[in-house]
């Protein structure tokens, strides 16, 4: 088991965190390895929700029932995660559900992707996202690449130092990628990152459609998903329930952070106003492409600036920035992820 520091990062690329083991040993080399990392993103929560750890961690331990219900095995790594680092398992939650700990929500920005068959060169199966977020969430972002040995996938992941869910790929080409949806006022439920996770332990895409299906969240999603079989699938998360849209071409599923189900387009307020710009212009670039999409073209479409400064390449409408970006080659087994933005930012290979 790997308890060294983490990687540096260079101007170029997010640290790397790499474990193998039980789910107590991944949580705690993850601990070993990112604890200056993790310290920052606690406070970064602080900052962001404007509320002191107490507060956070009186908020987070309230999930830990909901979260051991899906997944006992995600605790397990919280405790390592806690030891390893040296906080409190209750610092360890916090990491877990950011805003929600205050009954917030994290409404992130981002456009997302999932393309294959006649869509792609070769048939190939791509998806992926630009991550809209605050720029401070830069500096706490890692690569985290797990290997357990209790039968679930590896996987390879973007993350937040201490954060145990969020957006990558597992070795059958499962990957999920993500957009913040509004007008959802804070219930009781899963925050997605430990649903994200546990999509993670998925072999296909209907396992990970329905494993939404049977787990309420706290507040409203989308996720974008593909597998290594050429699987594509776009839910609508809501505390209600899931819809799944089908979209106008059976190869792709292209969302950004706008209601288009059927089912939930009542809920739409327009609270992101660039977001219908830039699914049309997705839409437009894609079918441009129709037929030879491949890594290299998504990422010219990642970086595209048509609508400054909400664009695809989004820079500071209403404080998001494009400072991430992912492509999960489903087919070859290989996250590609970007850090800073689309038009400047450095990509790097991962094989999971």
């Known amino acids: 088991m790997n308890q060294v520091p983490a990687s540096p990062s260079t101007a170029n690329q997010f640290p790397q965190i790499v474990a193998a083991g039980s789910a107590y040993e991944l949580g705690l080399a993850h601990g070993h390895q990112g604890a200056d990392l993790i310290e920052r993103y606690l406070r970064l ?22 979260i051991e ?8 790594e919280v ?5 390893g680092a040296r906080i409190s398992f209750e610092e360890a939650m916090i990491c877990q559900v950011r805003g929600a700990a205050v009954q917030g929500i994290d409404n992130d920005g981002c456009t997302a992707f999932a393309l294959t068959g006649e869509a792609t060169r070769g048939g190939r199966t791509l998806a992926g996202q630009n991550q809209d977020l605050g720029a401070e969430f830069a500096d706490v972002g890692v690569v985290l690449r797990l290997a357990p040995n209790d039968g679930r996938p590896r996987v390879a992941m973007f993350t937040f130092a201490g954060q145990l869910g969020y957006m990558g790929m597992n070795e059958y080409g499962v990957a999920h990628f993500a957009n913040g949806l509004g007008n959802s006022p804070f219930q009781r439920g ?4 430990p649903l994200k996770r546990r999509c993670f332990e998925m072999r296909n ?4 459609v329905e494993t939404l299906r049977q787990h309420r969240t706290c507040g409203a999603g989308n996720m974008v998903f593909c597998d290594g079989e050429g699987g594509i699938a776009d839910v609508e998360i809501r505390p209600e329930g899931i819809a799944v849209f089908n979209d106008t071409q059976p190869c792709q599923r292209l969302h950004t952070n706008h209601y288009v189900s059927d089912q939930f387009a009542a809920h739409e307020d327009g609270n992101t106003p660039d977001s219908v710009p830039r699914l049309d212009r997705i839409r437009e670039l894609v079918a441009a492409n129709w037929g030879d999409v491949t890594i290299d073209s998504m990422k010219q479409i990642l970086a595209d600036h048509d609508g400054d400064p909400g664009a695809i390449c989004r820079h500071g409408a209403r404080g998001s920035f494009s400072v991430a970006g992912y492509i999960a080659d489903a087919t070859s087994r290989v996250l590609h992820v970007r850090r800073g933005f689309g038009c400047t930012g450095t990509w790097s290979e991962y094989e999971v």
């Open 45 to 66: 929560i602080e900052k962001s929700t404007n509320r002191d750890r107490s507060v956070l961690a009186g908020g987070a331990m309230a999930f830990v029932p909901l």
């Open 69 to 76: 219900r899906l997944s006992p095995l995600y605790l397990d």
């Open 79 to 83: 405790k390592g995660l806690a030891e």
């Open 190 to 193: 899963l925050t997605h990152y």
């Open 205 to 208: 895409v209907g396992e990970c």
